[in-house]
């Protein structure tokens, strides 16, 4: 009988040299922003969106809340506008 090689394993049956700390969390830091950026990226396409409205923009508010405060009655206030 003649002795024959040892057989060596397939190169995916190998065993792995275990990866560093770092690269692990290189890696999971990548994982993370690819699946943020893809969740981020499948709200857009499907949240409704928002457009802009035809009508003008409003004016300030204070012209007419000056308007109220010189013309309204006022009662705790006389004419002078000084505390009674």
């Known amino acids: ?7 060596k394993p397939p190169a995916r049956a190998r065993a792995r040299k275990p990866q560093s700390r770092l690269r692990r ?7 993370m922003i690819a699946a943020l950026a893809l969740v981020g990226g499948i709200y ?3 949240a409704p969106s928002t457009a802009a409205s035809a ?3 409003l004016d300030s508010p204070a012209p007419r809340a000056q308007l109220l405060y010189n013309y309204s009655p006022i009662r705790c206030h006389p004419n ?3 505390s009674e």
């Open 55 to 57: 009508e003008p923009a």
């Open 44 to 46: 857009a396409a499907f």
């Open 1 to 7: 009988m003649t002795a024959s090689p040892p057989d």
């Open 80 to 82: 002078n506008s000084q």
């Open 25 to 31: 969390r290189i890696g999971a830091g990548a994982r």
